[in-house]
């Protein structure tokens, strides 16, 4: 145990931790560490510190080494060595006093009146499964395991966030946990795994997987057979909730405003909330505030489409799992061509896997040319203003003639903005050409939204991943579809 001066010392240091850094990264990151030993002498001190899990040990040393060591050294007065050891037994300091703890099972009174059919899981339609109980009936797929989720650079940190939580699911302070990224890419993979993962540490854990559109099917059900407070009652059990597609409830105000409720008692309760979106949870339009807020409260963590050498993993992978032997220059054609979408990689497998059962032959890098010719991603399509402004729109989920009116919203605002930037930055017209494709504005115009861009990039992390996310799409769009998640 740590001697009372040494503990002391860790509280100042903890303050002014606190005090450099935001209040709730300082929850997640902080609060949770226990200190192990403070060893002094004249020239160096040694701090040992205790953390939930590696992954938390990972996300320290890559965000708030130097702020950690500095701190520790200006209080100790000499230079100061940190050290991480995992210890999952600890016991997390998450704040509790600003809020109250609801009780974790629905009253007495609640569960007299809660009808048979809403202890089970609801069905997708909406309507419950009959005598199901809610640990029987996850709505999970079990071949969604992390084994057989293909690691690379490009969804490293989002799977070390789910393995930490499917290990621990009470012992981690990310809660909420987002993991976000365009559609194809594993995101219900990934939250699905850690679900499966954790039933197996836990037979009894009660949790259930539903996706955005699902929940608020279900919620309308309730309310027209007047059963709200047993809808509520049925989530507000799950010990752990995985929620697909959250960008599905914007605009759904009192879906959102039940999902609120439900979320805060959760929370409060220390049960676990995954969240899974096509955008960051900042850039999630039609969201009301406080709860938008909440999603923000854990760790968020983006997919990215895979590199090279993870697609050719994904199509080894996939291909074994199906039963075929593909040559690795077959792979490699395959893999350089379908970039953005792994169910576009899985679908291309199954033409491959067709063509050679119906004609018994291996297929070599002709044949597959032939075969995939209208699933190749068209590399020279050149994107001319109409089609940025009809990406950006559907990014933001407006109407394309809001860029050119001359509405003032800040939704339409800041799409025109973005739109004008990304005009300047990939086509060749001139700033009046595009500004009259904005409703006759003038070059003027073009260069204040730009600056505005660049501005707001520079000093708003939020709004960068924004941009981020709207360019990877826009560089995979096609003319004449759609780019939001289907």
Known sequence: MPSTAAEKTWETCLTQISNQISKQSFRTWFAPIRLINLEENNEIARLRLAVPNAFHTEWLESHYAHVVRKTASKVLGRQTNVAY?????????????????????????NREYLPRTYSTIPSPSGRPAPNIAPIKNTCLKPEYTFDSF?????????????????????????????????????????????????????????????????????????????????????????????????????????????FFHIFNELHQTGKKIILCADRPPSAITGIQERLLSRFQWGLSADIQPPELETRIAILQHKAVKMGMSLRLDVLEFVAERIRANIRQLEGALHKLSAYATHHSRDIDINIAKGILQDLMEDCQVRLEIEDIQRCVA??????????????????????????????????????????????????????HACKTVENRMELEGAFRDEITVARERLERYTPGRSVRNG
């Not at 050891?85 to 009174?109: M, Q, Y």
């Not at 699905?192 to 279900?218: C, D, M, P």
């Not at 009046?432 to 115009?445: E, L, M, P, V, Y």
Request: charged residues 25%; positive net charge; proline residues 4%.
């Open 85 to 109: 050891e995992v210890a999952p037994d600890i016991a997390l300091g998450e704040e509790k006093n600003d809020r109250p703890v609801l009780p974790l099972e629905p009253s007495r009174r």
């Open 394 to 447: 559907q990014f933001y989920g407006i109407e394309p003639e809001l860029l050119s009116a001359k509405t003032r919203k800040r939704e339409a605002v800041t799409a025109r903005h973005l739109a004008m930037y990304f005009c300047k930055q990939l086509t060749s017209h001139s700033l009046k050409s595009i500004g009259n494709r904005f409703g006759g504005r003038d070059h003027s115009t073009v260069i």
């Open 150 to 258: 293909i690691e690379g650079h490009s969804n490293r940190f989002a799977r070390g966030g789910a393995v930490a939580i499917a290990e621990d699911p009470k012992g981690t302070g990310y809660n909420p946990f987002t993991i976000y990224g365009d559609t194809g890419l594993g995101k219900t993979h990934l939250v699905q795994a850690i679900g499966n993962h954790a039933l197996r540490k836990n037979a009894n854990l009660r949790v259930h997987y539903v996706s955005g559109e699902q929940f608020t099917s279900q919620f309308i059900h309730s309310i027209q057979e007047n059963r709200v407070h047993c809808f509520s009652n049925f989530y507000r059990q799950i010990d752990l909730l995985i929620v697909d597609d959250v960008q599905f409830l914007s605009g759904k105000e009192k879906t959102q405003e039940e």
